[in-house]
């Protein structure tokens, strides 16, 4: 199975203006339209399986209509054979998101550090984790499946070889993709299920 893990798409209506807003932008040419059915195309062409779509929620006033899109995206492709999965999003300045945050108090994990002029998009819930190895099969075993989005640094990677950056060059980096743990985030996902997922990151022990 091939899997694209990074794509972005956006309803018909307002796909292709902002994908000429973008553009603009970053002074570069799209190499898709973001429609939903140039995304699919580009997929068989390539012979990818399974593409991920991860949103970029920019305001409050998105939450809810790109949430929705991303559920009904998810229903759509549910079973098929060329299949979209998008993950959900927030926002900084979505009602009660820090509640939710500052309920997570175990001493064992750590939430991602932001400088206070920095607001996070958080299209992706990361949290550090002393014992990811122990952690992982425990929330597993929770019902609550948990991932290690990028366990290989930048520097590390095959495609930057030629730089020639070795294992201990970047530490934090290295700390960072061996300790990191993404949690459960949909938009389907319920305030119980949130609950849920918060109740197991507490009562973790290493």
Known sequence: ??????THIFPEKIAVKTIEKLEKI???????????????RSMKQAGVDVSVILPVVTSPQQFHSINQFAAQLNETYKGKDVRLLSFGGIHPDTEDY???LREIKNP?????AHPENTEPGYHLFVIT???PEGFLPYMEGKGMECNRHY?????????YKELGYQEGDCPNAEYLASHCVTLPLFPEMREEEVAMVIEACNSYQA
């Not at 199975?1 to 990074?6: E, N, R």
């Not at 799209?30 to 059915?37: H, I, P, T, V």
């Open 1 to 6: 199975m091939i899997v694209d893990f990074h």
């Open 26 to 40: 970053a002074n570069v040419n799209a190499c898709s339209d973001g429609r939903e059915s140039s995304l699919i």
């Open 98 to 100: 820090k509640k939710d």
């Open 108 to 112: 064992r994990l750590a939430m991602q």
């Open 129 to 131: 984790v002393e014992d």
């Open 151 to 159: 366990p290989v640094p930048c520097h590390l990677q095959k495609a």
